[in-house]
């Protein structure tokens, strides 16, 4: 394998660990978020209040999935890429096909 095209590779593995990073972090919720309510919801808990959390919750959800998924995407292109240089034969093994030489 050719310097180039390990020092392509090691960029690839780069940028994926920290795509996937990236989309973790936005998809895992914030602690602190709605500290506030939630705890005014169980002091005085009903049926409204918790209707209006669970519908929070999902919109939060849905905003982070929407928000991370652009990233997930890149990563899994990133991720061909990377496959894709693997199962590339060498350049050296090329020329000397064309050339005839062993």
């Known amino acids: 394998m050719g310097e180039t095209k390990r020092a392509h590779l090691a960029i690839l593995y780069i940028l994926?660990?920290?795509t996937i990073l990236v989309a973790i972090?936005?998809?895992v919720p914030s602690l602190d978020h709605?500290?506030?309510e939630r705890m005014?919801?169980?002091l005085h808990p009903s049926v409204e209040n918790t209707r209006v959390l669970d519908a929070k919750d999902r919109h939060d959800f849905l905003f982070r999935l929407a928000n991370a998924s652009p990233f997930a995407i890149v990563a899994l292109l990133i991720a061909f890429r990377i496959r894709s240089l693997h199962d590339a034969p060498p350049q050296d093994k090329l020329q000397n096909e064309k050339t005839g030489s062993a």
């Open 25 to 27: 972090l936005l998809v």
């Open 40 to 42: 005014e919801s169980f």
């Open 34 to 36: 709605d500290r506030r």
């Open 16 to 18: 994926e660990v920290a």
